[in-house]
């Protein structure tokens, strides 16, 4: 198979450290929060990195269904809290996805994000490795 899009980054210096693509888009400071027992730096963590690129990959997976099923998902929004849990001696993340679809009631809301969850990469390569909840939500719930 041959792929599509290959990204690369580099991160030096763990969770206090430095993260860069190799084409230097993205070159990000990292701090440990204060929560893991780090100094809550201005830079980011993993969990953030990975909560935006699966909300922002799983919304272009709703609207790729909502698409496909004549359904308009404009104005729609997804929210992806990342979790880090503690599992025996090692750790593990957990996330939650919030889905909003402006004018479309929940129940449909839930349907397709159900059908993104099917199609959408981050979704295929966390199943079975990660607990994800998807729930449809009202705009008080996403982020912006």
Do not use: W
Not at 59 to 68: D, F, H, K, N, Y
Not at 69 to 92: C, R
Not at 125 to 143: F, P
Request: charged residues 20%; proline residues 3%; hydrophobic residues 40%.
């Amino acid at each position: 198979m041959s792929a599509l899009y290959t990204a690369t980054a580099t991160a030096q210096g763990g969770r206090e450290g430095q993260a860069v693509t190799d084409d230097g888009r993205l070159n990000v400071s990292l701090d440990m929060p204060k929560e893991l027992g780090g100094a809550g730096g201005e830079g980011t963590n993993p969990e953030q990195l990975f909560a935006a690129g699966y909300a922002a990959c799983f919304e272009s997976a709703l609207a790729l269904v909502a698409r496909r099923q004549k359904v308009t998902t404009e104005g729609a929004a997804v929210t992806a809290q990342v979790s880090l849990y503690k599992d025996g001696e090692a750790f593990k993340l957990g996330v939650e996805l919030n889905v909003y679809i402006p004018d479309l009631e929940f129940e449909e809301t839930e349907k397709l994000a159900q059908a993104a969850h099917q199609v959408c990469p981050y979704s295929r390569a966390t199943r079975g490795n990660i607990d994800v909840t998807i729930q449809a939500v009202g705009k008080q719930y996403v982020s912006f």
